[in-house]
């Protein structure tokens, strides 16, 4: 079956650096687009960054330009955040999906497969 699993998520302080990783199996990576969603405790679902199959088209939030880079490791079926100057609105589940269709969105009812989350909390 198809399965979509991130990790790296953790406590850290305001200003500090995290990475998170998501690999897939079940599917063929490369033809994935891939996209990183967050969820605040009474919070809906939020766009945070995606990337699309060949990498040319990659989208951020705005409230994270600057600071995060979504990349993706086609050989190793990862997709990363780096996640650097963290604040703590950034504390949230974070998500990793893959959806088969090649137009990239900020939607998350248009992705197919989700990860189970997540924990990033960043504290001060």
């Known amino acids: 079956q198809v399965q979509v699993v991130e990790s790296g998520g953790g406590l850290v302080q305001t200003g500090g650096s995290l990475r998170l990783s998501c690999a897939t199996s079940g599917l063929t990576f490369s033809r994935l687009s891939m996209g990183w969603f967050r969820q605040a405790p009474g919070k809906e679902r939020e766009f945070v960054a995606s990337?699309?199959?060949?990498?040319?088209?990659?989208d951020y939030t705005d409230s994270v330009k600057g600071r995060f880079t979504i990349s993706r490791d086609n050989a190793k079926n990862t997709v990363y955040l780096q996640m650097n100057s963290l604040k703590p609105e950034d504390t949230a589940v974070y998500y990793c999906?893959?959806?088969?269709?090649?137009?990239?969105?900020?939607?998350?009812?248009?992705?197919?497969?989700w990860g189970q989350g997540t924990q990033v909390t960043v504290s001060s």
């Open positions: 999906a893959a959806d088969v269709a090649a137009f990239v969105n900020r939607s998350p009812g248009l992705w197919g497969y």
């Open positions: 990337i699309s199959r060949n990498g040319e088209n990659i």
